[in-house]
């Protein structure tokens, strides 16, 4: 074999001749049957560098390569993962029989100077022609789907056209995303947040909205996350301040002082020093009442690091923000978030409220969250409160405050100012 196209430490094919002779297979082959490109991975490499040494690690890949040459037409395509081909997949049982004792001959404990290694190995595979009539898509779609066994924590996976699907609509998503950020798409509603006993408005959350041209409005449950994986959420989020924290002032000036703003904001501007850096420079920039505005976290985000985040809101508490725990009671470790984090405001979540009617043991949970964040001395805000029952329900137990569609939907500003004069009136005229 030409040196240029063998692996040095294996003497195995490199990826460069593994794709000619896939390639060449194809094109020369017209009668050929389904074939498998398997895309292995050694999940555990470094471990094993770590613990045994370098020169083990080595061996074990050296080892590993022998074993699947002599098998199948392998590559080395990384450090620790290969590229292998398996001929005439009759069915899919067949494959996965393969598989199942290929994986268990490279993983059981592998004997390498005496020391008995344990290889963790993965595998995606993708098949021809079904997923990919050249040797670049067949090679992309065998890595999607080793990422994907690796996200699931299984250890084999074949390739799912679902899955391209749920890429492309990502990718796709990203780039309106994208756009709509260009061409000003994007709108903020208000939902008000009642005094359960007055009635009387006492703040609003500020709910992003998106009206896409082609797709009409897309909810922000579908494209915050999106927004989060493409990284186009601090963008997004710092339109969301700039927009909510003017409309303050705003308000302010027309003197409606008293009025909370509650604002989203996701996991990924509080972990992101230099976008957390930014954003707090756009909120201290307004100069207007701190202690009227909340930032709320939701409860299920995957905070990486909570005692990075801790400082950094207690930072925005230095100006006087709030800080609200949303979806209470939704996540794996509300409690631990209350401990860590500096909360003022815990926000039971909608699918509590939504049924306390109805179950027992909601309204056990229900009502002992607000007699926990009434003993710690949090505010507590009941969210989704949609009919008379639940609203008396949590007049009932002591619950002070909420919001949801019995009260008031989500509305634009110019809405909202009209809903703010004739609360006004009605005031004075109570008076
Ligand atoms: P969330 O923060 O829990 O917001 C409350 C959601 O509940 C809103 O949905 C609101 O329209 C909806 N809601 C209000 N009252 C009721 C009710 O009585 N019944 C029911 N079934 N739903 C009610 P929306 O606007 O679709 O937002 C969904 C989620 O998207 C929000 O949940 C929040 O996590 C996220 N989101 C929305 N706006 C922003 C934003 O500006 N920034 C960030 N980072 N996330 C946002
Ligand atoms: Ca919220
Ligand atoms: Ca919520």
Same mark, same amino acid.
């Given at each position: 074999?030409?040196?240029?196209?063998?692996?040095?430490?294996?003497?195995?094919?490199?990826?460069?001749?593994?794709?000619?002779?896939?390639?060449?297979?194809?094109?020369?082959?017209?009668?050929?049957?389904?074939?498998?490109?398997?895309?292995?991975?050694?999940?555990?490499?470094?471990?094993?560098?770590?613990?045994?040494?370098?020169?083990?690690?080595?061996?074990?890949?050296?080892?590993?390569?022998?074993?699947?040459?002599?098998?199948?037409?392998?590559?080395?395509?990384?450090?620790?993962?290969?590229?292998?081909?398996?001929?005439?997949?009759?069915?899919?049982?067949?494959?996965?029989?393969?598989?199942?004792?290929?994986?268990?001959?490279?993983?059981?404990?592998?004997?390498?100077?005496?020391?008995?290694?344990?290889?963790?190995?993965?595998?995606?595979?993708?098949?021809?022609?079904?997923?990919?009539?050249?040797?670049?898509?067949?090679?992309?779609?065998?890595?999607?789907?080793?990422?994907?066994?690796?996200?699931?924590?299984?250890?084999?996976?074949?390739?799912?056209?679902?899955?391209?699907?749920?890429?492309?609509?990502?990718?796709?998503?990203?780039?309106?995303?994208?756009?709509?950020?260009?061409?000003?798409?994007?709108?903020?509603?208000?939902?008000?947040?009642?005094?359960?006993?007055?009635?009387?408005?006492?703040?609003?959350?500020?709910?992003?909205?998106?009206?896409?041209?082609?797709?009409?409005?897309?909810?922000?449950?579908?494209?915050?996350?999106?927004?989060?994986?493409?990284?186009?959420?601090?963008?997004?989020?710092?339109?969301?301040?700039?927009?909510?924290?003017?409309?303050?002032?705003?308000?302010?000036?027309?003197?409606?002082?008293?009025?909370?703003?509650?604002?989203?904001?996701?996991?990924?501007?509080?972990?992101?020093?230099?976008?957390?850096?930014?954003?707090?420079?756009?909120?201290?920039?307004?100069?207007?009442?701190?202690?009227?505005?909340?930032?709320?976290?939701?409860?299920?985000?995957?905070?990486?690091?909570?005692?990075?985040?801790?400082?950094? *809101?207690?930072? @925005?508490?230095? $100006?006087? /923000?709030? +800080?609200?725990?949303? %979806?209470?009671?939704?996540?794996? !470790?509300? *409690?631990?978030? @209350?401990?860590? $984090?500096? /909360?003022? +405001?815990?926000?039971? %979540?909608?699918?509590?409220?939504? !049924?306390? *009617?109805?179950?027992?043991?909601?309204?056990? /949970?229900?009502?002992?969250?607000?007699?926990?964040?009434?003993?710690?001395?949090?505010?507590?805000?009941?969210?989704?409160?949609?009919?008379?029952?639940?609203?008396?329900?949590?007049?009932?137990?002591?619950?002070?405050?909420?919001?949801?569609?019995?009260?008031?939907?989500?509305?634009?500003?110019?809405?909202?100012?009209?809903?703010?004069?004739?609360?006004?009136?009605?005031?004075?005229?109570?008076?």
């Amino acid at each position: 074999m030409k040196k240029e196209y063998s692996d040095i430490l294996t003497g195995l094919p490199n990826l460069i001749l593994f794709h000619k002779m896939i390639d060449d297979l194809i094109t020369h082959s017209p009668e050929l049957d389904r074939f498998a490109i398997v895309c292995l991975s050694i999940e555990n490499l470094r471990e094993i560098k770590e613990a045994f040494g370098y020169k083990t690690g080595e061996k074990a890949i050296k080892g590993i390569a022998d074993y699947l040459d002599n098998a199948y037409f392998t590559s080395r395509i990384a450090e620790g993962r290969f590229a292998l081909l398996i001929p005439d997949i009759k069915s899919k049982k067949y494959l996965e029989n393969i598989m199942e004792e290929l994986m268990d001959k490279v993983r059981t404990a592998y004997s390498c100077d005496k020391e008995q290694l344990y290889i963790s190995m993965i595998a995606g595979i993708s098949i021809y022609p079904v997923h990919g009539s050249d040797t670049a898509v067949l090679l992309q779609n065998a890595e999607a789907a080793l990422n994907l066994a690796k996200e699931n924590g299984e250890d084999i996976q074949i390739y799912k056209d679902a899955f391209q699907e749920d890429v492309m609509t990502q990718v796709h998503m990203a780039n309106m995303l994208q756009n709509g950020l260009d061409r000003q798409e994007f709108t903020l509603y208000y939902q008000p947040e009642f005094d359960l006993r007055t009635l009387e408005i006492i703040g609003v959350e500020a709910l992003v909205r998106w009206y896409q041209p082609e797709n009409g409005f897309i909810s922000p449950e579908d494209f915050i996350p999106i927004a989060e994986k493409s990284r186009l959420i601090y963008k997004l989020e710092q339109w969301i301040v700039n927009k909510a924290l003017s409309q303050k002032l705003q308000w302010e000036k027309e003197g409606l002082h008293h009025l909370e703003l509650s604002i989203n904001m996701s996991s990924k501007t509080l972990e992101s020093e230099r976008y957390f850096d930014k954003m707090e420079n756009i909120i201290s920039s307004y100069n207007v009442d701190y202690s009227k505005v909340i930032i709320e976290l939701t409860e299920t985000m995957n905070l990486a690091n909570l005692d990075c985040v801790a400082d950094r *809101l207690k930072r @925005l508490k230095k $100006l006087g /923000i709030k +800080i609200a725990l949303d %979806d209470f009671g939704t996540g794996f !470790s509300s *409690l631990n978030h @209350l401990r860590t $984090l500096p /909360i003022d +405001i815990i926000k039971i %979540d909608k699918s509590f409220i939504q !049924s306390v *009617l109805d179950n027992n043991k909601e309204a056990i /949970i229900v009502k002992n969250m607000i007699a926990m964040s009434h003993e710690l001395d949090y505010r507590v805000v009941a969210e989704g409160i949609e009919t008379q029952e639940q609203y008396d329900f949590l007049i009932q137990n002591c619950g002070e405050r909420g919001q949801g569609f019995l009260l008031c939907m989500p509305i634009p500003e110019e809405k909202l100012s009209e809903l703010m004069k004739i609360c006004k009136y009605n005031k004075e005229i109570a008076v």
